[in-house]
């Protein structure tokens, strides 16, 4: 099985920067993409930004200048710097990764979310 533990959230008056991380433990035979998603109350869960394990990233428009995905292959982690941050940020975080355990077989994982609220 996999883990996946992210950290970093908190509260943050709007216009600041938070740091939030996560960690991928476990069989893990090799990762492709890793990604953050987002859940505000009364919303679906949305994509934030992702990254392949070749370093594409892809971005939501509302965080794009913004945001900063990066990983760190050996350390099997992945980080999402936040930046200028807006009260419509307010939202759990999910980390996501695809993971084999094994070769040929694939699936997902996601932490259990780290609250991330921006008010003054």
């Known amino acids: 099985q996999v883990r996946l533990v992210e950290s970093g959230g908190g509260l943050v008056q709007p216009g600041g920067s938070l740091r939030l991380s996560c960690a991928a433990s476990?069989?893990?035979?090799?990762?492709?993409?890793m990604g953050w998603y987002r859940q505000a109350p009364g919303k679906q869960r949305e994509l934030v930004a992702r990254?392949?394990?070749?370093?594409?990233?892809n971005y939501a428009d509302s965080v794009k200048g913004r945001f900063t995905i990066s990983r760190d292959n050996v350390k099997n982690a992945l980080s999402l710097q936040m930046n200028s941050l807006k009260p419509e940020d307010t939202a759990v975080y999910y980390c996501?990764?695809?993971?084999?355990?094994?070769?040929?077989?694939?699936?997902?994982?996601w932490g259990q979310g780290t609250q991330v609220t921006v008010s003054s």
């Open positions: 476990g069989t893990i035979f090799r990762i492709n993409t």
């Open positions: 996501n990764a695809n993971v084999y355990s094994e070769p040929g077989y694939a699936r997902d994982y």
């Open positions: 990254i392949t394990s070749g370093g594409v990233t």
